[in-house]
């Protein structure tokens, strides 16, 4: 079993930067992801990390603006996001499992273990 636990949230003006961690206890040997979900809308792959060789993966829509990371002697992820857009307010997931493969990064349905999530509110 793995337990997640997302913080870091808030309110933010656009253009502005935050700093989302998604602390990780239990078995942790898996590779890890940010999902977001905006009002109305489906959840929606933001970015992952693997376990082994870091290697990372992010969407379009925050390439070059959000960076992925992981600590491992504190088994934390962390995603820092700069360039902040009204369009990037949601909820933020992270979210593991053994399932969740390179290949299946950007699938929800591949990971199953979930936090329950922190708002981020981006202002204009």
């Known amino acids: 079993q793995v337990q997640l636990t997302e913080s870091g949230g808030g309110l933010v003006q656009a253009g502005g930067s935050l700093r989302l961690s998604c602390a990780a206890s239990?078995?942790?040997?898996?590779?890890m992801g940010w999902f977001r979900q905006a009002l109305g809308k489906e959840r929606e792959f933001v970015a992952a990390?693997?376990?082994?060789?870091?290697?990372?993966e992010y969407s379009d829509s925050v390439k070059d603006r959000f960076t992925i990371s992981r600590d491992y002697a504190t088994n934390t992820m962390s995603l820092q996001m700069n360039s902040l857009k009204p369009e990037d307010t949601a909820v933020y997931y992270c979210?593991?499992?053994?399932?969740?493969?390179?290949?299946?990064?950007?699938?929800?349905?591949?990971?199953?273990?979930w936090g329950p999530g922190t708002q981020v509110i981006v202002s204009s």
């Open positions: 990390i693997s376990w082994s060789d870091i290697s990372t």
């Open positions: 979210a593991s499992g053994p399932r969740a493969t390179r290949t299946t990064w950007g699938r929800p349905e591949r990971y199953d273990y």
């Open positions: 239990g078995r942790t040997v898996y590779s």
